[in-house]
């Protein structure tokens, strides 16, 4: 337990439980690339690791395969057969192996990451407050799974429920897909900042009700075979879309501040909510597929109902109702709500005078634009570089266990008090490379693509309680939800704009914008520390 408690060995430890997996994956390039790895680990370290490690012990000695887990045992095969047991190994099989490492990484994570030095965040509070955390924590992260639930179950099957539509005797081919997706998106960027005007002037709760009434409409319009309903589901999805990913949270940050909680519990609150999103998101997958095996490809639409009915019954019977905007008093003297033209041009103009508001709306824009793109371009080129068929649904197991691993690096840090424009800083950097090593394995190399796709969703998986907690750390409470939305605009053109010329850029060409858009969040990102570390200077030398 003791040697958990410090950072340098859980660096080693990690460093131990992490070789096996890094000689899986950089076994294509033959044992000098694996004796420049146990250089640039150390003879010590190797060696340690080699004794601590049943994969790195059965390259010496087969027998210590046959004790093994099935998993491990053929991890370790492949690494004695090198370069020609990767190429007959089928992809299925490869991302069972993998699927079984990445759970190891992630559980060693969640336990090395536990503070077991100091008392946990609700521990340092209050009685009272240690309720109030825990009440809010409850009704906030029913209502966010419930909802993540009914996205995660129309993602899997939405190129196929629009491509089995038949209109006018004519089958939507896949250029009509696209023109559905980009339709989603477009009315995203379109109606971002009227819907977050709404959001702050009419309510955060109303918009969380909202979005269950427009995803419904969406998931229905799936039963149609009419091009204008099925455009207009797109638009009411797209609305959706926006709310979810603001209405919600400034609801969640406007009741913490206005509780009095700390902000370390809250970025506690953001860590556990992406943890459990990723949980989610698997379980959504197998339902997803349930579903459609008997219902068809719109069945998962229709049974994402059921769970933005649940989600909306937990807010209209716990969530009080919070408003941003500021008021005024009318002649009569009684106060008047800031409409919500008022909110979006006062939202701008805070926008313009607080430098750290634009870094936080760039390296969300930049970040999650490159994000989009990767969603769109990982299944091509995971086609491109593997023999035999793609599982995607075991290669999407695998990246929410990344996403685990991240989130649940961003609570350990967290815990230690480390302050999150440092974290995003690191996390931009490694995801950025990662990115750059993707584009650049595209010509070849499964082994150096895999790594970098992985590493990338790890980077994912820190990035979104992250930007929840720099949000909630910036983001004046009255203009929340309109800051947010307008933080949509950017991101939705930079999607749009790459996958229109998708034909003229091709594979590495997406992947090469994806890589200059998290090279140019980068830049925000380390901007933002520099500018909260000369504040940080300038306090203690006035305090």
């Known amino acids: 337990r003791a040697s958990l408690l410090d950072w340098p060995s859980m660096a080693?430890?990690?460093?131990?439980?992490?070789?096996?997996?890094?000689?899986?994956?950089?076994?294509?390039?033959?044992?000098?690339?694996?004796?420049?790895?146990?250089?640039?680990?150390?003879?010590?370290?190797?060696?340690r690791a080699t004794s601590s490690s049943p994969l790195l012990r059965a390259r010496s000695s087969p027998q210590m395969v046959v004790g093994m887990p099935s998993a491990a045992a053929s991890a370790a095969l492949v690494l004695r057969g090198g370069v020609s047991s990767l190429s007959a190994t089928s992809p299925d099989k490869l991302f069972n192996m993998l699927f079984a490492a990445l759970s190891a990484v992630c559980a060693f994570v969640v336990v090395a990451g536990a503070d077991r030095s100091a008392k946990p965040t609700e521990e340092k509070l209050d009685a009272s407050e240690r309720k109030g955390v825990r009440a809010l924590r409850i009704r906030f992260l029913a209502v966010f799974w419930m909802y993540k639930m009914a996205e995660w179950l129309q993602g899997p099957y939405f190129y196929e429920v629009y491509a089995s539509k038949v209109i006018n005797g004519v089958a939507v081919s896949s250029q009509g897909v696209a023109r559905l997706f980009l339709t989603g998106f477009g009315s995203t960027a379109l109606f971002g900042a009227v819907v977050g005007g709404l959001i702050d002037s009419l309510g955060r709760k109303r918009g969380s009700l909202v979005f269950a009434l427009m995803y419904t409409l969406s998931s229905l319009s799936t039963r149609c075979s009419t091009l204008p309903l099925l455009l207009a589901g797109r638009v009411a999805g797209g609305i959706g879309t926006s709310l979810l990913f603001s209405a919600p949270e400034a609801w969640l940050v406007s009741e913490h501040m206005r509780s009095g909680f700390s902000s370390a519990a809250l970025s506690a609150t953001f860590g556990l909510a992406y943890f459990g999103d990723a949980l989610v998101a698997i379980t959504a997958g197998q339902l997803a597929g349930a579903a459609a095996s008997r219902g068809g490809p719109s069945a998962p639409f229709e049974l994402s109902i059921v769970f933005l009915a649940l989600g909306a019954a937990i807010i209209a019977s716990s969530w009080r109702e919070n408003l941003g905007g500021s008021t005024s008093k009318d002649a009569s003297g009684e106060e008047k709500q800031q409409g919500g033209r008022a909110i979006v041009r006062a939202a701008l103009q805070e926008m313009m005078r607080d430098r750290r508001i634009l870094l936080v709306g760039a390296v969300q824009a930049l970040f999650e634009g490159a994000m989009y793109i990767f969603v769109l371009q990982w299944p091509p080129a995971f086609k491109a570089a593997l023999s035999g068929a793609v599982p995607f649904g075991k290669v999407f197991s695998c990246f929410m266990v990344c996403c685990m691993i991240g989130s649940s690096l961003f609570s350990a840090l967290a815990k230690r008090a480390v302050k999150p424009e440092n974290t995003m800083a690191a996390m931009l950097t490694v995801a950025t490379c990662a990115m750059a090593s993707a584009t650049r394995a595209t010509g070849g190399g499964v082994a150096a693509l895999i790594a970098a796709f992985f590493a990338f969703e790890a980077c994912v998986g820190m990035y979104f309680p992250l930007i929840g907690t720099l949000r909630g750390k910036y983001l004046p409470d009255e203009y929340r939800g309109v800051i947010m939305n307008l933080f949509g605009i950017p991101l939705n053109l930079i999607v749009v704009g790459v996958f229109l010329s998708l034909g003229q850029l091709g594979l590495t060409g997406a992947l090469s914008c994806s890589t200059a858009a998290l090279g140019a969040a980068l830049v925000a990102g380390l901007s933002l520390r520099a500018t909260s570390a000369s504040e940080d200077a300038a306090a203690a030398a006035s305090g």
Not at 12 to 17: H, N, T
């Open 12 to 47: 080693r430890a990690a460093r131990a439980a992490l070789l096996p997996l890094l000689q899986l994956l950089v076994v294509q390039h033959g044992s000098a690339s694996f004796a420049t790895l146990r250089t640039s680990f150390g003879r010590q370290s190797m060696a």
